[in-house]
C-alpha cells in the first residue's frame, strides 16, 4: 500500500486552518497564503512563540489529507505515526504521508526548523506517483518517517527551505513551479540518508512485527482477528504473537486493540458519526460492547471523549 483516500473524513487544508486559527487566533492569520490548500511551510518557531506546544488537540490521534514534514534543527520532540512512536531531535526530518495516524505527544519550547504540508498532485504533474514513492520512499505509506543529515548536508538544505518559505510568502504571486522544483530537489538530497526497515534490524521478529503494524493500519476496518493477519503475514497466529511479544513486550490482540482505539479516537473526532455508527465500522461491535471497551483504555466514554476533544460535534 502507499497511500490511501478511505472514505474517513480528515483534516484536509481548509479545517487545518481553522484548527490552527482556533489554537492561535489572529497571529496566525499571517501563516496562510493563497497557496496554502496545495503547500504550506512555516517555522516552527513562530509557531511555539505563540503557544505552548503540544496543543490539547495535538496530543490526540489525527488525520491529514496532506503529505507533511517537519525539520527539527533545534529542541526535540515525541510523535507517533501510526503504533510506532518516535523521539527525535537537531538535523532531523519526520515525514508522515497523507492519510496516516500521527499524535504530536511532546515537544521542547526552544524548537526550531520548519514545518511543511502539501499536496501529492504538486509533484505529480512532473513525476508517475508510482516514480515519485519508488524514488522518495519516504512519502510511502507506512514508511519509516526518521531521517537524520549531517551538518554539511544541512548547509546545503537550509537555503532550499527558505527559498520555498519566500516563494510560499508571494501570495498571489506564488509560482508552484518553483515549489514543485524546490521540493523534487530536497528530497534527492535526502535520498542517501534513507534508513530502510531491513537495514534497522535483520531480526525476523521485529521484520514480522513491523509487517504486522503496517498490516492492522490498512486492515483495521476489513479485519479483527489474528488468524487474518497471521493468514496475510504466512504464519501461524501463534508464531505471529511471540514475534510480536518478543519485540514489543505486548501481545498480537494488544497491538490489534490499540490500533482500533486509534481509529476510534479519529472517527469520534473527525467525524459526526454516531457513536453507534462507529461501532459498527470497528468491528460490527454492540454498542454496549464498544462503550466498555473505550471506557477500559481510556478512562471515559466515547462521548465523553469526542466533547472533552472537539465540542463542536
Do not use: W
Not at 487566533?25 to 503557544?51: C, K, L, M
Amino acid at each position: 500500500m502507499t497511500f490511501q483516500k478511505n472514505a474517513i473524513p480528515t483534516f484536509d487544508p481548509l479545517k487545518l486552518k481553522i484548527k490552527l486559527l482556533s489554537t492561535g487566533g489572529d497571529r496566525f492569520q499571517s501563516f496562510f497564503t493563497p497557496a496554502s490548500d496545495v503547500f504550506h511551510i512555516n517555522r516552527i518557531e513562530d509557531y511555539v512563540r505563540f503557544i505552548k506546544v503540544p496543543t490539547e488537540t495535538d496530543v490526540h490521534p489525527f488525520r491529514l489529507t496532506l503529505f507533511n514534514f517537519i525539520f527539527q534543527t533545534k529542541g526535540h520532540s515525541l510523535r507517533t505515526k501510526g503504533l510506532n512512536t518516535y523521539e527525535f531531535g537537531e538535523n532531523t526530518f519526520f515525514f508522515v504521508p497523507a492519510y496516516e495516524i500521527t499524535t504530536h505527544l511532546s515537544g521542547s519550547q526552544d524548537a526550531e526548523g520548519y514545518y511543511c504540508h502539501f499536496n501529492i498532485d504538486l509533484l505529480t504533474s512532473d513525476y508517475r506517483i508510482k516514480d515519485l514513492l519508488a524514488d522518495f520512499p519516504f512519502l510511502n505509506f507506512n514508511c519509516f518517517p526518521l531521517i537524520t543529515i549531517t551538518d554539511e548536508v544541512k548547509d546545503l538544505i537550509m537555503p532550499l527551505l527558505q527559498r520555498l518559505e519566500m516563494e510560499y510568502k508571494a501570495g498571489e504571486k506564488c509560482r508552484f513551479d518553483i515549489l514543485r522544483t524546490y521540493l523534487i530537489t530536497l528530497f534527492t538530497e535526502l535520498k542517501p540518508f534513507v534508513q530502510s526497515v531491513s537495514s534497522l534490524s535483520n531480526n525476523s521478529a521485529y521484520q514480522i512485527t513491523e509487517k504486522y503494524k503496517k498490516a492492522l493500519a490498512q486492515y483495521i476496518y476489513e479485519k479483527q482477528n489474528i488468524s487474518g493477519y497471521a493468514e496475510m503475514l504466512g504464519v501461524t497466529p501463534n508464531h505471529l504473537n511471540k514475534c510480536v511479544k518478543s519485540v514489543t513486550g505486548k501481545s498480537a490482540h494488544d497491538l490489534l486493540n490499540e490500533m482500533l482505539l486509534l481509529e476510534t479516537k479519529v472517527l469520534l473526532t473527525q467525524t459526526s458519526l454516531s457513536v453507534s455508527e462507529i461501532a459498527y465500522r470497528m468491528g460490527g461491535n454492540e454498542l454496549s460492547n464498544f462503550v466498555r471497551f473505550f471506557k477500559s483504555k481510556t478512562g471515559m466514554k466515547p462521548g465523553e471523549y469526542r466533547k472533552m476533544v472537539n465540542p463542536e460535534l
